[in-house]
T-cell receptor, first 115, second 112 residues
């Protein structure tokens, strides 16, 4: 079974500041990990994913995340926030090839960016 | 072209009605899904179909009946709608069951 915990339901940063959204997971098998973004009244857009290989993965819009097995974490970062980054972000985990596509999502983190 | 498209985007209906949400993907994927996002933004899988066969049914009430006429379509029919069915329903697809899942824009269902 898999589960995801996103620490902080709301994160607020100033434009140009570092963005850090925290995600911890639990999984009984090697996990596949994902970050999705949802803008108001829109669908989910994939930001980045980790399956195997390099633990630092880069995604769209300047975001990246690092898979740390020892910490069971997959935190999302961006060096410099932009106003357009304001959205809700979801971390998700699956059991990889055995998951039949079942993603388990965290509860989401709303990112607010102040001028 | 929208990769995963679902219609309608917004639907307001009365309790007890029957409604359908249609979904089509033009990505050539073999696997399609329905996810539900509740009022607290919690996302959970409802169904998964691979090559038109049901793979996952996450203890969804049998008022919900998915139908996959072909690999590119997965429609969701809901009978006897209840207030608690109000949510955003997302259709999604992937190349196979272990790969990245691509989501549609969502269908906002409000039951009054």
């Amino acid at each position: 079974a898999q589960s995801v915990t996103q620490l902080g339901s709301h994160v607020s940063v100033s434009e140009g500041a570092l963005v850090l959204l925290r995600c911890n997971y639990s999984s009984s098998v090697p996990p596949y990990l994902f970050w999705y973004v949802q803008y108001p009244n829109q669908g989910l857009q994939l930001l980045l994913k980790y399956t195997t290989g390099a633990t630092l993965v880069k995604g769209i819009n300047g975001f990246e995340a690092e898979f740390k097995k020892s910490e069971t974490s997959f935190h999302l970062t961006k060096p410099s926030a932009h106003m357009s980054d304001a959205a809700e972000y979801f971390c998700a985990v699956s059991a990889g090839g055995t998951s039949y596509g079942k993603l388990t999502f965290g509860q989401g983190t709303i990112l607010t960016v102040h001028p | 072209d929208t990769a995963v498209s679902q219609t309608p985007k917004y639907l307001v209906t009365q309790m007890g009605n029957d409604k359908s949400i249609k979904c089509e993907q033009n990505l050539g994927h073999d696997t399609m899904y329905w996810y539900k996002q509740d009022s607290k933004k919690f996302l959970k899988i409802m169904f998964s179909y691979n090559n038109k066969e049901l793979i996952i049914n996450e203890t969804v009430p049998n008022r919900f009946s998915p139908k996959s006429p072909d690999k590119a379509h997965l429609n969701l029919h809901i009978n006897s709608l209840e207030l608690g069915d109000s949510a955003v329903y997302f259709c999604a697809s992937s190349r196979d069951s272990g790969n990245t899942i691509y989501f549609g824009e969502g269908s906002w269902l409000t039951v009054v």
